[in-house]
């Protein structure tokens, strides 16, 4: 089955681990613990284009890379979206928030610049998540 | 299983129709056509904290919910998010958007505040989205 990458993403964030649907992405922004789950096929714009099984297996990894978030960072809370009103491609955002965090309580979509993240912490943060996203640690 | 309606969901949307899961309830703001899915168990404040069965059950609510939005509005985008940062009760948005919309391309939460629906037309979007939602249609 095809898949590429819209550029946008390609752009703004980092592959972390492939998921039997979603591929894992780290978004280039250390404002925000936050990732991205980009399913593997061409073509899919909104939730409800997936299959019954496709849709099963989205939201099982939507449940297991919040659960990663949550025991990596103790986040006051998790947010969850599905927008494209700008990248039409599927993609759906898992973010783990704190009272402290520069959009709180607003939603992270809109809220200013990305600050990426400096080249070693990327690094480790990359690592540490794919770890955890494929059951390594 | 007792379920109470957090009062900030109960003043802020009326009551459509009940899932097998979810009430789904109608945001009272005529800028945007905006469900919410809400599992009727207290309690839930995060999504993975809901049982196997019961996401099942919630993403295909959500894509039920995603296809009566489209089929009754034909939006542009259709927006789904869980947050919560304001509201702990677990709740999901799903919300059809346009490009000429008043919060365009940006998310609607944080968007200003409600239009409230007039009288008669509120009745009438109840009423015709509780007969999608229900199958009675």
Redesign the interface.
């Known amino acids: 089955m095809s898949f590429t990458l819209h550029p946008r993403l390609a752009q703004d964030s980092l592959p972390v681990a492939d998921l039997p649907l979603c591929q894992v992405r780290l978004m280039n922004d250390a404002r925000f613990p936050w990732l991205l789950l980009v399913p593997r096929r061409d073509g899919l ?4 284009q ?1 299959d ?1 099984g496709e ?2 297996r ?3 990894e ?2 297991l890379v ?2 990663v978030l ?1 025991l990596v960072y103790r986040p006051d ?10 990248v039409p491609q599927l993609h759906v955002h898992v973010v783990a ?1 704190f009272q402290s965090d520069a959009a ?4 992270v ?2 809220s200013g610049a990305a600050h990426p993240y400096p080249a070693e912490r990327l690094a480790q943060t990359l690592e540490r998540l794919r770890q955890r996203c494929t059951g390594q640690s």
């Open positions: 714009r909104e939730l409800h997936l019954a849709r099963v989205l939201i099982e939507i449940a919040s659960r949550e809370k998790l947010n969850i979206g599905a927008l494209g009103n700008l928030r709180w309580p607003g939603p979509w809109g």
